[in-house]
């Protein structure tokens, strides 16, 4: 991070809010998944709380904006070790859309596979056998602690729900471009 993108998570009085606002669009737009209409339109409040000498957490409050006046309360939670964010956190009212904080969190790709096997009635043992997977695999998949990476992984769980890969991809917050 540059010296004033942790002057503006770090300063709650004097942080520059376009810094801060730049600084949070630019890592959400990396997210395959996140719907580039929505804009940070007002920063209200930042909450930093140093934890070690050069160990921070930092609470954003704001609100997101569509262009046809839409609005959704945002929250950031993001913890800054030296110069650089290695967590990161974004709330849009009670929904986590990002990555979860700690590695020890499912990842939201759990859910949402777990959801597209349900509605399409298919089994754990079903998917299992479908693509060659043990049931513990499925499983932890569904839970969201194992995420597929694997190209022909993916096409295989893809063409088991029966949707394009790059769809999938997209859900275990991969960009469509690794794909072989």
Not at 38 to 62: D, K, M, S
Not at 73 to 96: H, I, K, M, N, Y
Request: aromatic residues 4%; proline residues 6%; contains cysteine.
């Amino acid at each position: 991070m540059t010296p004033a993108q942790l002057d503006a998570l770090l300063n709650r009085e004097t942080g520059d809010r376009n810094v801060l606002i730049a600084l949070l669009h630019e890592r959400i737009s990396q997210w395959p998944w996140w719907d580039g209409a929505w804009r940070i339109i007002e920063i209200q409040e930042v909450h930093p709380r140093q934890i070690a000498e050069r160990l921070h957490t930092v609470t954003i409050v704001g609100m997101l904006g569509r262009d046809e006046g839409a609005t959704l309360p945002l929250s950031v939670f993001t913890r800054v070790a030296g110069s650089r964010l290695d967590r990161f956190e974004v709330r849009v009212g009670d929904v986590l859309i990002g990555p979860p904080v700690r590695d020890s969190d499912p990842h939201p790709f759990g859910s949402i596979f777990s959801a597209l096997m349900d509605r399409r009635g298919i089994s754990r043992e079903e998917m299992a056998r479908r693509c060659g997977l043990a049931l513990s695999t499925v499983a932890k998949m569904r839970a969201g602690y194992l995420v597929p990476e694997q190209p022909d992984r993916l096409a295989s769980l893809a063409a088991a729900l029966e949707m394009p890969v790059g769809d999938l991809m997209a859900v275990a917050g991969l960009h469509t471009d690794r794909r072989g």
